[in-house]
């Protein structure tokens, strides 16, 4: 906390990514993820934590994910796999999984749902431990997932599939960002496409378990202290997709028990302006 206090006086009231108690506290004007690049130590030790949490922590496991969206019904559909990892140089039915690093999302949801077709997408190098990953997989598995290098930042180049999923993502980057990366994607969204977005979705302050809530607070506070970012209650994501594009709405947020994240599932909303959903 040391850390975030100086950083509050040095730059005050900042969303650069490259303005945090991180930077204060490695004494460097790179941002977390550019600075894990010139840290192979760092780095190393941050993929180990994140494939740690996505297999083995309960409340982060990505197992959550097949519960907590209707996979079955989308049928033959294609999925854009966006994952955390792929405008990062962290090392995170037509659907696709935006920043899928290794792959695992994606691979997870093609063995369980045999008409899914899922695109992944992400940077050159995590993108080639994907492809390693890939060729070990069975033949009716592979045939099934395409890998895309793809930059977040950049538009989307899958258009009209039926959903795009973003998983653990937004939450590292400040709204600005953050509404650049959805901007990228609500342009390429047709009529019937979803955006999935599995992430933290904060409770009313004392509206639920005391443990749980503390747990998610201090994610709160991780995510300002290394990316000038934040976990969002829920007026926080509908307010951030608002900014993003008015017609993109949110449809429903499932947690599933036992996960700490949320799915929200949000559409493109041609209608009149109606009275939020929540």
């Not at 995510?223 to 007026?235: G, H, L």
Request: hydrophobic content about 40%; overall charge negative.
């Amino acid at each position: 906390m040391t850390g975030l206090i100086q950083a509050t006086e040095k730059w005050g009231e900042t969303s650069a990514t490259n303005e945090t108690a991180y930077n204060i506290v490695h004494n460097t004007e790179l941002s977390f993820f550019e600075h894990l690049k010139t840290r192979p130590d760092l780095n190393e030790g941050f993929q180990a934590y994140m494939k740690s949490r996505a297999v083995s922590h309960t409340g982060s496991n990505v197992e959550h994910l097949l519960n907590a969206f209707d996979w079955k019904a989308l049928g033959q559909a294609q999925v854009v796999d966006v994952s955390s990892h792929l405008n990062s140089p962290r090392l995170h039915a037509d659907g696709i999984q935006i920043g899928g690093s290794s792959g695992s999302t994606s691979i997870m949801l093609a063995t369980a749902f045999p008409l899914l077709n899922i695109v992944i997408e992400d940077l050159p190098e995590p993108i080639e431990n994907a492809k390693a990953r890939l060729s070990d997989l069975p033949s009716d598995i592979k045939s099934r997932i395409e890998i895309k290098a793809y930059d977040f930042f950049t538009p989307q180049p899958v258009r009209n599939a039926d959903v795009y999923l973003l998983r653990t993502i937004l939450h590292d980057w400040p709204d600005a960002d953050a509404i650049k990366i959805l901007q990228g994607i609500v342009a390429a969204m047709g009529p019937s496409s979803r955006l999935l977005i599995m992430d933290m979705v904060l409770p009313k302050p004392g509206s639920g378990s005391v443990t749980f809530e503390a747990a998610l607070r201090q994610k709160d506070l991780t995510m300002i202290q290394c990316f000038n970012a934040q976990e969002r209650e829920v007026e926080e994501w509908s307010a951030l997709l608002t900014k993003a594009d008015p017609r993109l709405k949110i449809q429903a947020i499932e947690r599933p028990a036992g996960s700490e994240l949320s799915v929200i599932e949000a559409t493109l909303d041609e209608s009149p302006e109606e009275a939020a959903w929540f």
